[in-house]
């Protein structure tokens, strides 16, 4: 497909994805935006049907829901102004791009957004407490959890002397994380050298692993991308092949055969953003929902992984991790 997206349509229907909504005028409909193919968050949707069920909607029932993965950057201005064009009675807004991209749409239009960054020092909210204008969301706040990432790396490499770290240039948000005085400061206070390597295709990605030997990486950080979990097959077997221990930001990373992820629940978080966009169809409007954190975080290890790598998992990481894959 040129365009590079792929719409779908719950609820009903018709020739026109919103036609069906506009012959059940009784029935809203949220315009669903995410990068990357479907593949890539798709996964998460149960959480967010789960919250919007719990708010008391219910998907083809009670609302619509036309989703739209765009694969192109370029496409997300031109594919929020129409939705918001198009009168949609809510936009859940998938990372911080298009989280950024609804906002320059509109002004009035309800927005929830889920993001990996901070929304205020983004632009997006006056306050986490006190949002102010038309969005609110849930954010899991990657770029704090990057450093403690880099404390993992070294406690599973105790005499590595440079980390490698994964992103996402195209993600603005994350490329600016990477570079933070906290992620710097982390990697001071263990003596060690923090190395950025991008990537924003399969390729690249490739090229990515490739050049850890040459800079020397003893072990591997990816950063929180929607991107890269599409990638997270690919990412993990070029772990595997390379011998490089890598950590993850995602239980599904480890799951999939990956070494060691930190983070918040994903799928609890989409929940929330499920459960505030029913709130918002229901009347209360984004600057009146404060936007919510994580409060609990996950510590997933894979035995067989780290075997694989030839790696000893210290037994007090190991009596600290909330799961255990052997």
């Known amino acids: 497909m040129q365009r590079r997206e792929f719409i779908g349509l719950i609820g009903g229907a018709a020739a026109s994805p919103l036609a069906a909504a506009a012959q059940q005028k009784s029935m809203p409909v949220i315009g ?21 069920s719990e708010a008391g909607y219910t998907e083809g029932q009670t609302v619509a829901i036309e989703y739209h ?11 929020a102004g129409d939705l918001v064009g198009r009168k949609v009675d809510l936009i859940v807004a998938i990372t911080d791009p298009v989280a950024r991209s609804t906002q320059t749409a509109s002004s009035t ?23 102010g204008a038309n969005l609110t969301g849930v954010t ?4 704090e959890l990057n450093p403690k990432r880099l404390e993992l790396a070294c406690e599973l490499v105790p005499d590595a002397k440079v980390i490698a770290l994964l992103i996402n240039p195209n993600n603005p948000s994350r ?47 990816i950063d929180t991308d929607l991107f890269l979990f599409g990638q997270r097959a ?18 599904e990373f480890v799951a999939a055969g990956g070494l060691i992820s930190y983070g918040p629940s994903f799928a609890a978080a989409y929940r929330q953003a499920g459960i505030y966009a029913g709130k ?40 600290r991790a909330d799961e255990v894959i052997e």
Do not use: C
């Open 69 to 79: 993965w765009v694969e192109a950057n370029e496409r997300l201005a031109a594919t």
């Open 234 to 251: 690919q990412i993990g077997a070029l772990a595997a092949r390379h011998s490089v221990p890598a950590i993850y930001y995602r239980r």
């Open 175 to 221: 490329a600016v994380s990477a570079k933070s005085a906290d992620m710097q400061q982390a990697a001071r206070s263990k003596a060690v050298q923090l190395r950025i390597v991008n990537a924003t295709s399969e390729s690249e990605i490739d090229a990515a692993f490739a050049s850890l030997a040459e800079l020397q990486a003893r072990a591997l950080i």
């Open 280 to 319: 918002v169809l229901g009347g209360t409007k984004p600057a009146d929902l404060p936007v919510l954190q994580p409060t609990n975080f996950e510590l997933i290890i894979n035995t067989k992984a780290a075997k694989a790598l030839g790696l000893a998992v210290p037994q007090a990481l190991l009596a």
């Open 109 to 131: 239009t309800p927005i929830v957004f889920f993001i990996g960054g901070d929304p205020v020092a983004n632009g997006l909210v006056a306050s986490l407490a006190r949002p």
């Open 32 to 52: 669903f935006l995410s990068p990357g193919p479907p593949e890539a968050g798709g996964p998460l949707l149960g959480g967010f049907r789960l919250g919007l």
């Open 140 to 143: 899991v706040f990657g770029d």
